[in-house]
């Protein structure tokens, strides 16, 4: 199932970030992980998912993928530290496996569906609208 999905990479905790979006996240951070993804990430080797967000159509992952990048870096921190504080790697969280899989063998044909991350609870406010009601 393709769901729209804004994601952050870390290097090591408070390393290199990036940001990226893509509508199969379990597939592509697969590929950061295993370093099929040529670019930034294979050269810098940012590899740990530390935070997500999904969303209703692509064109609102790609607004606030975008809306992310020209956060400040400390912003970046900050969102990654309130949703996993310790820095945790989230690939268990969205690549649970089939019976008899396990990570190191894991394929993204292999994989499960991803499951609803707790940034889209309903009634949870999300980071733009903390940000706007901070500067009202």
Request: charged residues 25%.
């Amino acid at each position: 199932m393709k769901i729209p999905t804004v994601y952050l990479l870390s290097s090591k905790p408070r390393g290199t970030l990036y940001a990226g979006v893509t509508s199969d996240v379990v597939k592509r951070v697969w590929q950061h992980r295993e370093g099929c993804a040529d670019g930034f990430t294979s050269r810098h080797g940012v590899k740990t998912l530390v935070w997500y967000e999904q969303h209703p159509t692509m064109a609102s992952a790609i607004a606030r993928e975008k809306a992310i990048k020209r956060w400040p870096r400390q912003r970046k921190f900050d969102l990654i530290q309130r949703a996993n504080p310790k820095w945790r790697d989230l690939w268990s969280d969205i690549a649970g496996t089939k019976s008899g899989i396990t990570y190191s063998t894991a394929t993204p044909a292999n994989l499960v569906n991803v499951p609803t991350p707790s940034s889209m609870v309903p009634g949870l406010r999300r980071d733009d609208d903390i940000q706007r009601t901070r500067r009202s």
